[in-house]
């Protein structure tokens, strides 16, 4: 398959040229990861028109802006390979500052779910959730918005398989006719013409884990024409996982199309020993030729949606039609005994040890008290003078929930972060700390933690690895040829950042906590963090994909 890129760019080399002494920037005294892997070196770099159009001695050269780097480290801005959504980035501004504190410059949007396609019913749908009056129906228009609107930092967008069953299938567990999936390989269709970078499936949540792997692989197909990549939060995260990364592939493989796995991870204590097998089974396919990569976020918390530690065939006719059902005493006992007892699917509850102590609820919905954000279900339990499963059943019968569950062990991510397959996600959309202040510490400090735990503490990483594995990997992941790079004619997304002191401080107590260490982050050649402020510049761009 050939190299498709996202932005195509023509520089005259006399850009490049000696004889050019005047910047729109230029950084001075820093050291500089080109993001490849390769050690440090000292230059200056010298930015034009949102590009690196000199890079060497620059001494006697003018600048509209001069930055000082003081030694620390000059690298290219960091990209997060699951960003989550971005609609925050216009529905509240302020969110963009749990990227850019970060170092982020450009992050990869959509899981099951996607921004685009739309309909009547599921723009209502999101409206409501969200309050917000524009509206779309494709791409082409969301992308319009977005740029009319402006954005803080770049965005590219996959189309999901769940949102395409939304639209023409609904909610509901049914296989779709001959006639609704030529519908639905339209829309991947349109998607992809317009600038999605690939099809995405998440397959442990309702509506999409109804999807059989063939649907599958006719959805991939068609995003394969287009150059695109199939990214998946897979089937199952623990002891399914095998099975579920050998489905990733196999769709890779019948669908012709680079394979992406979300998150990689092995949940459940009873599951950790897999990691191995995982690894192994992915350098397997690429061994065979098949284009297979992954990447997970530095943290032994996930977070899901609450009502995901009920079987997701209950939900087959639709959350809202479920949650009517949870009025009954009967069948929240029901429930509980398959969740107690059943480990034919995903089941969360087994995976956190059987513990609501070790399932932390980031947000409640509407009709929950607001005070029992950030504690336990045990602790709310406690509070209310009720017991746990009591707790979890009205939470789920109210609405969504986002929540953090211990499930995994610091030994898997090292295993995972030392293969250089693996890049990093946040798996967390930009976040306003006025407004989620008991989200997954994650949204906060996910690539400053790298840098600190994993490199500095640990040793796991070196950081011309870490840096490779935050930058050119994901970009070239992505198809992203023009980023992800310090070198000539690539974009100016830069991060400057001081590698003895940078530090995530979020915690599961205090998560909405921004980092320290990061000084200057550039996007397309404009500062959007200045001495470790955020500008409130919007110098972000929709990177579409080029067919």
Same mark, same amino acid.
């Given at each position: ?297 530095? %943290?032994?918390? @996930?977070?899901?949606?609450? +009502? =995901?530690?009920?079987? !997701?065939?209950?939900? *087959?006719?639709?959350?809202? /039609? ?69 707790v979890f059943f009205d939470i789920v019968e109210h609405g969504n929930s986002d929540v953090n ?11 995972? %972060?030392?293969? @250089?397959?693996?890049?990093? +996600? =946040?798996?967390?959309? !930009?976040?306003?700390? *006025?407004?989620?202040?008991? /989200? ?103 990177l579409r994909h080029q067919p």
């Amino acid at each position: 398959m050939p190299l498709i890129r996202l932005v195509v760019f023509a520089l005259a080399s006399a850009s490049f040229g000696a004889g050019s002494t005047s910047f729109d920037v230029l950084i001075v005294n820093g050291r500089v990861l080109d993001g490849g892997g390769n050690a440090w070196y000292r230059d200056d770099i010298g930015i034009r028109g949102g590009r690196i159009v000199a890079i060497g001695d620059l001494k006697g050269s003018t600048a509209a802006r001069t930055v000082d780097a003081h030694g620390w480290i000059v690298a290219p801005g960091f990209i997060d390979m699951m960003g989550g959504d971005s609609l925050p980035l216009v529905l509240d501004r302020a969110s963009a500052s749990s990227k850019l504190l970060e170092g982020v410059t450009t992050m990869l949007v959509g899981e099951g779910d996607s921004p685009a396609p739309q309909n009547e019913k599921t723009l209502d749908e999101l409206q409501k959730r969200e309050q917000f009056s524009f509206r779309w129906t494709d791409y082409a228009q969301y992308f319009s918005i977005l740029s009319q609107k402006g954005i803080a930092l770049n965005v590219l967008h996959n189309v999901g398989a769940a949102q395409i069953r939304r639209v023409v299938l609904g909610d509901t567990d049914v296989m779709p006719t001959a006639s609704q999936l030529s519908q639905m390989e339209r829309l991947v269709e349109q998607a992809m013409q317009q600038g999605s970078v690939g099809l995405s499936t998440a397959l442990i949540y309702a509506p999409g884990n109804y999807a059989k792997t063939p649907e599958i692989v006719a959805l991939a197909k068609v995003a394969s024409k287009y150059g695109g990549v199939y990214f998946s939060h897979i089937r199952n995260e623990s002891g399914g996982a095998l099975q579920a990364i050998q489905e990733a592939i196999d769709i890779g493989e019948q669908g012709k199309i680079p394979v992406h796995i979300y998150h990689l991870k092995a949940a459940g204590e009873e599951n950790w020993p897999l990691v191995p097998k995982e690894l192994a089974l992915i350098k397997q396919a690429r061994s065979g030729g098949l284009d297979v990569t992954a990447n997970t976020y530095p %943290y032994i918390y @996930n977070g899901l949606d609450l +009502s =995901s530690l009920i079987p !997701p065939e209950h939900f *087959a006719a639709g959350r809202v /039609a479920f949650a009517r059902t949870l009025s009954s005493p009967s069948v929240r006992a029901g429930l509980r005994q398959e969740i107690e007892t059943r480990s034919d699917w995903e089941n969360w509850y087994l995976h956190v040890g059987r513990n609501w102590d070790n399932v932390l609820v980031a947000d409640v919905p509407a009709g929950i008290d607001p005070k029992f954000a950030g504690m336990s279900i045990a602790q709310i339990a406690k509070v209310r003078g009720t017991d746990p499963w009591t707790v979890f059943f009205d939470i789920v019968e109210h609405g969504n929930s986002d929540v953090n569950c211990r499930s995994q062990n610091e030994e898997q991510k090292r295993e995972i %972060y030392g293969e @250089n397959f693996v890049s990093v +996600s =946040s798996d967390a959309e !930009p976040t306003d700390p *006025a407004v989620h202040p008991h /989200a997954h510490p994650r949204a906060f400090g996910t690539f400053p933690r790298i840098l600190s735990k994993y490199v500095r503490e640990d040793h796991v990483l070196t950081l011309p690895d870490a840096i490779r594995a935050m930058t050119s990997l994901p970009a070239d992941q992505l198809r992203l040829f023009d980023r992800g790079r310090i070198a000539l004619g690539m974009a100016a997304d830069i991060t400057i950042f001081d590698p003895d002191t940078v530090q995530d401080t979020a915690t599961y107590s205090q998560p909405a906590s921004y980092p320290r260490g990061i000084y200057y982050v550039f996007v397309n050649g404009r500062l959007a963090v200045d001495n470790g402020r955020v500008t409130g510049t919007l110098a972000g761009q929709v990177l579409r994909h080029q067919p």
